[in-house]
């Protein structure tokens, strides 16, 4: 059974920084790719980052990139570390595995959602 459980989120002023963890059971890191998810409100939900399995390459959507960082522990938590916030990054952020090993599907082909974590930017 696939579990997830974001935390980390808050307030925080423009321009400040936040590191979001998520701890995940029921799969491996080492066989699934894992990313981070986000929806702000009254939007889609869109992909943030995403970190291969197979190749432990990271992968960022434009936005993201320069400004946050994704990464693993060698058990199952991931991490989103988030600097240089911005009002427009104000969203609920999920992490998920994908259904392969590596991010080429990515932000599709999500295997299981879990519980997401506040994130407000303050202008």
């Known amino acids: 059974d696939v579990q997830l459980q974001a935390s980390g989120g808050g307030l925080v002023q423009a321009g400040g920084s936040l590191r979001l963890s998520c701890a995940a059971s029921?799969?491996?890191?080492?066989?699934?790719?894992i990313g981070w998810f986000r929806q702000a409100p009254g939007k889609g939900r869109e992909g943030v980052a995403c970190?291969?399995?197979?190749?432990?390459?990271t992968h960022y959507a434009d936005s993201m990139k320069g400004r946050f960082t994704i990464s693993r522990d060698n058990k199952n938590t991931v991490y989103l570390q988030m600097s240089g916030l911005r009002p427009e990054d104000t969203a609920v952020y999920y992490c998920?595995?994908?259904?392969?090993?590596?991010?080429?599907?990515?932000?599709?082909?999500?295997?299981?959602w879990g519980q997401g974590t506040l994130v407000t930017v303050s202008s």
């Open positions: 998920a595995p994908q259904g392969r090993d590596d991010c080429y599907s990515y932000p599709n082909d999500v295997l299981a």
């Open positions: 970190l291969s399995a197979k190749y432990r390459s």
């Open positions: 029921g799969f491996s890191f080492d066989d699934y790719s």
